[in-house]
């Protein structure tokens, strides 16, 4: 065996990724979290004292006009005025300056989401809308439902602790108002080949406003290797997933959707790989825009002309027919990029602007891939700088409408968690990576906006809360601990309802339990959903079952009354109870965490792990004894006579065509590029050695080089994956 690499060219020793000093934030944020509840407490009891003395100040003062949270000055009066005075003012000290204001705001607030109309500004854009939606019964259903006490004491309670959806600690939602246009439907899909997921795509976004593409990739792909005839690959390629391998697999999938479209928005479920997935999104906008440039501008048939002398006869091509809806965008370019096609100033200026305006999300949560999901493939430490990387990519070229990471809490609990371990280890994994990213230099409000959340929905009563409380937890700590700004304060995330849930037995059931998980989620006010189809828990859903889970969203949204109403959980007793069960119960498993040494040292033990094979076993457990019933599982069953719902269920997989084709067109991209592969991963490697930027000279590498290709050279510098045992 003969290396490849000179010794001393190996990734250098490893360095702490958290600083020692900062090793115990999860227990800070515990302190600051519970110290908060217990002030308001305070709060609320002084608020309530001093509304009392006021109310009797006023009744046997009447003609004096003292207005109300400001101190009164009772040195002048009689000696009965002034004890009331005196008492009064004690209650309104005790009271942050901060408090008093949200208490004088209020009568304005609570004016403003029960006028006919509202209006607010988004950066500087001006939304406006009605309050109120008639009901059949001729009734004005209000869109905020404030509450009406008029106690000081409640309010402040509710102030603090809840307030109405957009104002702070927004445990009600991150946005006054939900988007009038824009349903949160988020359909996730990947199968086969890019141009059958294309063909999904366009299917799913036929009569939306809103084009959101959520991509599931094939197992292949997830772990960073090529299609190959090889047997461990060549039956998984397209399989559960699309097989992406090369930058043309990239313009295909998103063919026919302009990606700089503020109504369009793409989210990756890639994690091991995303960076390299990541370099062939963008460089696939950005190629969109050369395309929309040239054929603006009156250069296109000049650069087909240099696209075909380029290429020759190997010229890729997307196929089959385009679906209905695909103006062809996108295709213009396979095979080549637009700096072979465009001067660099131009090229330059056309990228900057791409990476501004392109709106989406990439997973890339490498923590939970440790804990629970298992698509790790490069070392731990060198995944983590990687991902640090592209958020310093991001900085530094203004991309401020794509989330750089989506910490994610659906595969802890597919794995097995239960819903508290599934929010408090989903919570720790993000509070880690912004002490990582603030231990690189990046400043908390030039990162922050770029996290974002993926949260599961199952059947259990934690699961109403669950956004209000990582919304509540998670404002308080970037607001009180790293004195972030309001945007970063926001915590958005998106929704899948749970596929454990799902069961092959009565499997037409599957959609009523997505239903109601689907419910939790919108009434919490959750960002983006997506509805599982029934037939998921055997096969990727087929065009009709797939029809049925949007259908549930639409139904929800368009048809169910209470949900005209975008705040129908606040002031419910059981569900501020359950959010303040769930709250403590966070900051407790957050403790178990810290006892371990963070995050990064409880995952040397296999701490997390560990839990969630603990909390599977009950699950399982109780399933199969009958304590937890499950309707036509354990309990509800068919008699002999009677034959499942559903006939015959169609099971989705690639073909044996669709499989040869991505491996032909890998071998052909090699075959193209294989100078310019060669030069741009040494590049790579180099840039890796150094500790530079790896996403800046991935944008370069993914031109000419494959997944496959990528995965190899960054194992020789970064390091293979490999299980603390």
Known sequence: FVPNLEAQATEPS???????????????????????????????????????????????????????LEIIDGSMESQEFSRLADQYNQAIQALPREVIERLQQWPSLKAAVEAPRYQYEVRG????????KTSLSNLDIPKIAAPQTNDWGDLTRFLCKEHLPGHYPYTAGVYPYRRSQEDP???????????RTNRRFHYLSQGQSAKRLSTAFDSVTLYGEDPAIRPDIYGK????????ATLDDMKKLYSGFDLCDPATSVSMTINGPAPVLMAMFMNTAIDQQVEKYLKANGGWEKAQQKRAALLGDATPEYHGDLPPGHDGLGLGLLGVTGDQLLEPDVYTQIKQDTLKQVRGTVQADILKEDQAQNTCIFSTEFALRMMGDIQQYFIDHQVRNFYSVSISGYHIAEAGANPISQLAFTLSNGFTIVEYYLARGMDIDAFAPNLSFFFSNGMDPEYSVIGRVARRIWARAMKERYGANKRSQMLKYHIQTSGRSLHA???QFNDIRTTLQALYALFDNCNSLHTNAFDEAITTPTEASVRRAVAIQMIINKELGLNFCENPWQGSHIIDHLTDLVEEAVYQEF???????GVLGAMDTMYQRGKIQDESMVYEHKKHDGSLPIIGVNTFLPTDDQAQAGGEIELMRSSDMEKQQQVDQVALWQARSASEASDALSQLQAIAQIKGNTFEALMEAVKSCSLGQISNALYAVGGEYRRNM
């Open 185 to 195: 439907i988020r359909m996730f899909a990947g199968e086969g080949t890019p141009e």
């Open 14 to 68: 490893p360095s702490p990724l958290i600083p020692n000093a900062r090793i115990r934030y999860l227990s800070e944020i515990v302190d600051q979290g519970r110290g908060l509840n217990e002030s308001i407490e305070s709060w609320a009891k002084h608020a309530s004292r001093a509304q009392h003395y006021f109310e009797v100040i006023k009744e046997l003062y009447p003609d004096h006009h003292w207005r109300a």
């Open 237 to 244: 390629v397209g399989n559960s997933g699309v097989s992406i």
């Open 591 to 597: 403790e178990r965490i810290c006892e371990r040494g």
């Open 125 to 132: 854009r001006l939304i406006e809308g009605d309050n109120y």
């Open 505 to 507: 037995q009565e499997i």
